[in-house]
């Protein structure tokens, strides 16, 4: 079973945004977004058999990406790691988050289900839609 991350998307005020910004960060020839982390995951090879990237946007779980790679990079300030993501962005159940630093690990078990998906994971009303109605309590 694949193990996930869960990343706070800081900054950011919707599923377009993150796509827009991480188009904006990613030089052409790459072969997709990546995003740079203090910390290497210990459970590397979990995460790479079929994990993904989920981030929390405004307080909720909104999207998740495909991760590729994850590889160390150098930086001035030492060794550092770089996740590289697929492009797919995959809107999902938004699922109430309290903010963190860093990133966490996310069991399969625990992860929202996709938005595209059938059962607990299809939705009527956009995502940003509902996850204000959480927000508020009225659903």
Request: proline letters at 7%; one cysteine or more.
């Amino acid at each position: 079973m694949a193990l996930h991350l869960l990343k706070m998307a800081v900054g950011i005020e919707s599923i377009a945004h993150l796509k827009r910004v991480q188009k904006a960060r990613t030089a052409a020839d790459a072969p997709g977004p990546v995003h740079v982390t203090r910390h290497m995951p210990k459970r590397r090879d979990e995460i790479l058999d079929g994990g993904s990237i989920y981030w929390v946007i405004k307080g909720f779980i909104r999207v998740r990406q495909r991760l590729v790679g994850i590889e160390p990079v150098m930086r001035e300030d030492g060794r550092h790691c770089r996740l590289v993501l697929d492009w797919t962005l995959v809107p999902t159940e938004p699922e109430p988050r309290q903010p963190h630093q860093g990133w966490r690990y996310l069991e399969a078990d625990k992860a929202p289900a996709d938005l595209k998906g059938q059962g607990k994971g299809a939705s009527r009303m956009p995502a940003e839609m509902e996850a204000d109605l959480k927000n508020l309590g009225l659903l």
